[in-house]
C-alpha cells in the first residue's frame, strides 16, 4: 500500500510508514523513518557519493553497462551490492567488482598489471610441469 503521507494515528498496528518507499512496513522490518531497505539503499549511497564521488545513479549505470555481474568473474550478486573498483592513486573509478575480483585479486596484487602478467604465465605454464612432465 503506497501512500503520500499519512497521519500517525491512522497507521495500521505494528505498522511504520516509510518515508523512502512511502508504503507501510512491519515495525520489526523499521530503522528510524525507514524500512531497512531503504536505509540500506540511502547508506550506500551516501557511501559510494562520499568515496568515490558517483552517485546511486551512476553506480547502476555502470552496474547495468556491465551486464549486471562483476566485471572480471562475472559472478552476480544474490545479496550485497558489489564494491567500487577505483585507482589507488588517481582515485578514477573503473568498474563495479564482486568483493573476490575487488580485493582478493586486484587488492592483493596491488593492482601491478606486471604481477598479474606474471601470474597469468604462471597459471598457462606452471614450473612442476616442466619438471615433472
Known amino acids: 500500500m503506497q501512500v503520500s503521507r499519512v497521519a500517525p494515528s491512522l497507521w495500521p498496528a505494528d505498522c511504520r510508514f516509510c518515508s523512502g518507499c512511502r508504503s507501510f512496513v512491519p515495525l520489526f ?4 523513518s525507514r524500512c531497512k531497505a531503504c536505509a540500506s539503499a540511502a547508506a550506500h549511497h551516501g557511501h559510494i557519493q562520499k568515496t568515490y564521488g558517483i552517485g546511486t545513479r551512476e553506480y547502476n549505470a555502470i552496474l547495468a553497462a556491465q551486464g549486471g555481474v562483476c566485471a572480471i568473474c562475472g559472478a552476480r550478486s544474490r545479496t550485497k551490492r558489489f564494491p567500487v573498483d577505483h585507482d589507488h592513486q588517481t582515485g578514477v573509478v573503473r568498474g563495479i567488482l564482486c568483493k573476490r ?6 587488492g592483493a596484487a596491488h593492482d601491478d598489471i606486471e604481477l598479474l602478467k606474471r601470474a597469468i604465465a604462471y597459471l598457462e605454464s606452471p614450473p612442476a610441469e616442466r619438471v615433472l612432465g
Not at 29 to 32: A, I, L, Q, R
Open 29 to 32: 522490518y523499521t530503522t528510524g
Open 101 to 106: 575480483c575487488n580485493h582478493d585479486l586486484l
